[in-house]
């Protein structure tokens, strides 16, 4: 089974390198003298924080306070039941390209964008174009601690961006498994700016997947559950869509946790599914 999976991947490489060879003759994005240290093969890990703890708290909360949150956060909390198929990240994987920052699936190249990321995530407060940088000088891990859990707000917004907090920790950001990074409480404090995140989502993302392909392996520390929600949005049909998708209190990640998917699909049928996509099979 593994040699199967193994074949379908130097299939794969074969349309990288000629992806690459095009690109070079062209002059269209790989700078000159570019050389290709592209594996065949890139063994990706997408382990996952325990979230069930988190899961449990969402429930227990009320209508106001989760009302507060949506306002504050978007739509953070279906990230949690956003079930991560491994067969298909796995596979995914393997068609990202690193001289590019896109995946090439067969015919087809798709990348997540800031426009997708954001209406995806629903971040209602943000200014989309004021991005998240880290300033160079900046307060002090127990200031910013103390910003997050509002030691000067009442209980309900402290509740609210403390689990907003262990969410962009635990999920969009998992760099540490079970513990939450400095920089995530920065980015975190930030927030409170009307920044937009996205564009941090979308560099940890490109720059994890090159990082893994670099080395021939490692951790992805993005978030996989948003890289799935965003790759099956490119497959539903319009004519299936409900036409609620054009109200503006409609949620993808809603409707993504509410869509059933199958589990069952091995590495080596996403492989030779992703392989032959077609420009007509992508919404």
């Avoid at 991560?84 to 390209?97: E, G, M, S, T, Y």
């Avoid at 054009?246 to 949620?251: A, G, I, Q």
Wanted: charged fraction near 25%; charge should be negative.
């Amino acid at each position: 089974m593994e040699n199967e999976f193994l074949d379908k991947v130097e299939d794969n490489a074969t349309v990288r390198s000629w992806s690459e060879k095009t690109q070079l003759e062209k002059g269209d994005s790989v700078i000159e003298g570019y050389i290709s240290e592209l594996w065949d093969f890139t063994r990706i890990s997408a382990a996952q924080n325990e979230l069930q703890e988190l899961k449990d708290i969402w429930p227990h909360l009320d209508d106001e306070t989760k009302q507060l949150f949506y306002h504050n956060h978007g739509d953070l909390p279906y990230l949690l039941d956003v079930k991560v198929d491994k067969h298909l990240f796995r596979a995914i994987a393997q068609f990202w390209n690193p001289a590019y920052n896109c995946f090439t699936f067969g015919k087809v190249d798709l990348v997540p964008t800031m426009d997708e990321y954001t209406t995806l995530l629903r971040c209602p407060r943000i200014r989309v174009n004021k991005a998240y940088f880290r300033a160079a000088s900046t307060p002090t891990l127990v200031k910013k601690l103390m910003n997050i859990t509002g030691m000067t707000h009442p209980d309900v917004k402290r509740k609210v961006d403390v689990l907003a907090l262990s969410i962009y920790g635990l999920v969009i950001f998992p760099k540490a498994l079970r513990h939450i990074d400095e920089a995530v409480t920065d980015l975190f404090d930030r927030l409170g700016k009307q920044v937009t995140p996205v564009p941090i989502i979308l560099a940890e993302t490109f720059i994890s997947l090159s990082e893994c392909w670099s080395a021939g392996e490692g951790r992805f520390i993005g978030c996989v559950q948003l890289l799935l929600v965003w790759f099956h949005s490119h497959f539903w049909r319009v004519d299936k869509v409900p036409y609620r998708v054009f109200f503006k209190s409609y949620s993808p990640l809603k409707e993504a946790v509410a869509t059933p998917r199958r589990d069952d699909i091995s590495e080596e049928r996403w492989m030779e599914i992703l392989q032959s996509l077609r420009e007509e099979n992508v919404e």
